[in-house]
């Protein structure tokens, strides 16, 4: 067995135990707030894995990817609101978000993406301001600011079904990219990311790859913003927010760029710091700062973990297999 194969047999083995226990937490746990803050993680985890296409495999860092995920928390929300809450108009609202987040994506894609880095990067932050505005002035669907809550299909409002269809998600997502990650065309992405100047070379279209890595993580950010609206049946222009892109950066620069899983780790450790240390509050109201401390934890997290968590762990694993 050649060390390649072991590598693959370790990494299944470790998925395979990983997916074992996150199934069986609900069946261990009789916490309904475990259980919300265990969804929020698996749904964040795909805004994550979103993101660390455009940034991990593409080298494109994009301040406004949270406009895709406020397309699909609207979207969906809308659709229960206004025509019904059973499980087919949630589905065909998912079908509505794919659509929309692919045209929108491609089309910012191909205004855009001839642009270098920072420009690209302050430009989708304008677009994503663009959608915030639209969802405040448009009060007539999006009742503004304030937001609108909505009932959701009978199969979802038990949190323990929820948290299954929740982690399903997140798995088939995770396979899905990585199935992309893993083609022809995410080879390709992988090397825009290391040497642009020298792909091109190669005669590759740049723009045409950049333009379905935009694509791909859109359509994921979507998907993960109408799971993100059924978990909470509120939505409001919050979901357009810069805090949001924010969030899926710092997940996937602390579980490590590039790697997916590494999304999902990162996904976890700020959501499970964000919950402790709000509950930390209640005990005393130096925690009631929390964002200093989460700050804090970040900074030290990325000088002592600069490629992430998963990036740590290759490094250990590197130097355990020479020595």
Partial sequence: MTMITRRLASSRWWIGLVILLLVGFPFVSDSRGALILMTQIFIYAVFAMSYDILLGYTGIISFGHAMFFGIGAYTTAIFLHRWDHSLLSFLVSLLAVLVLTGIVSYLIGVMTLRLKSHFYAMLTLAIAGLFLVLAEKWRDVTKGSDGFTFYIPDLLKDRTSLYFVALAFMILMFFLLKRFTDSPTGKVLQAIRENEQRTESLG???????????????????????????????????????????????????????????????????????????????????????????????????????????????????????G
């Fill in 204 to 322: 590759y279209q740049i723009l045409h790859y950049k333009i379905i890595a935009s694509m791909v993580a859109g359509l994921a950010a979507g998907l993960s913003g109408s799971m993100y609206a059924i978990t909470l049946r509120f939505v409001n222009t919050a979901v357009f927010g810069t805090n949001v892109t924010l969030d899926a950066l710092l997940m996937t620069i602390i579980g490590g760029v590039g790697t997916l899983f590494g999304s999902i780790l990162g996904s976890a450790l700020i959501l499970l710091v964000h919950a402790g240390l709000t509950d930390l509050a209640k005990i005393h109201w130096i925690f009631e700062r929390w964002m200093i401390f989460f700050g804090a934890i970040y900074i030290l997290a990325v000088m002592f973990f600069p490629q992430g968590i998963v990036g740590m762990f290759r490094q250990w694993r590197a130097k355990w297999s020479k």
